[in-house]
């Protein structure tokens, strides 16, 4: 987010909440200063952003989520067009993300961090991992089928379900009909 958007959204100055030293996950020395902000932002309400740097090997952390939790939930949004494309989301570091129609899924794992972003972003997220494990074999099947499904639903040319289960409860959608709902048997699937 650029300072202009931040100006035109008022948001105000992030306040620390947290400040921890811990040992590095890439070199495993004890360098990794991380502070952690709470932020007031539109659309969302408080967010807390994770920042920190090892001192030893440069290792770069960050991680966003929202400030207050709620009970395990499943999150699903149904992608008609271009309009849930834009929608906005918090994706906490332990929530998995999948695309029901075509079993692509995000699990985290030891070093995952939350982000914000938007429907599209995530897509995004997906076509690079479709791209490196094709790398090589873009005309073969089926690696051509996914990487021309995955372009169509960028451009809004395919109608798709997006899931997240996020056990911690502090991932969110800001949408229309965004269905939250407890976790289910299908998130127990896809963890």
Do not use: N
Request: with cysteine; net charge negative.
């Amino acid at each position: 987010m650029g300072e202009d958007w931040i100006q035109e959204h008022r948001i105000g100055e992030p306040k620390p909440i947290f400040r921890i030293t811990a040992r590095c996950i890439a070199c495993g020395r004890p360098g990794l200063e991380i502070v952690e902000y709470l932020y007031e932002v539109p659309y969302f309400g408080k967010i807390i952003l994770g920042r920190g740097k090892c001192k030893y090997c440069g290792y770069k952390y960050s991680d966003v989520r929202m400030a207050e939790a709620s009970d395990p939930k499943k999150i699903i949004v149904r992608v008609e067009g271009e309009k849930q494309l834009r929608y906005l989301l918090v994706k906490s570091a332990m929530a998995t993300v999948y695309i029901r129609e075509k079993g692509y899924a995000m699990t985290p794992g030891p070093a995952s961090t939350g982000f914000i972003t938007t429907v599209e972003g995530i897509l995004y997220r997906f076509q690079e991992a479709i791209a490196a494990a094709c790398r090589g074999r873009e005309e073969e099947e089926p690696c051509r089928s996914h990487i021309q499904w995955i372009r169509e639903a960028i451009e809004g040319r395919r109608s798709f379900t997006l899931v997240i289960c996020d056990p911690e409860g502090t991932s969110k959608v800001h949408g229309e009909d965004v269905e939250e709902t407890s976790l289910d048997e299908e998130c127990k699937g896809q963890a």
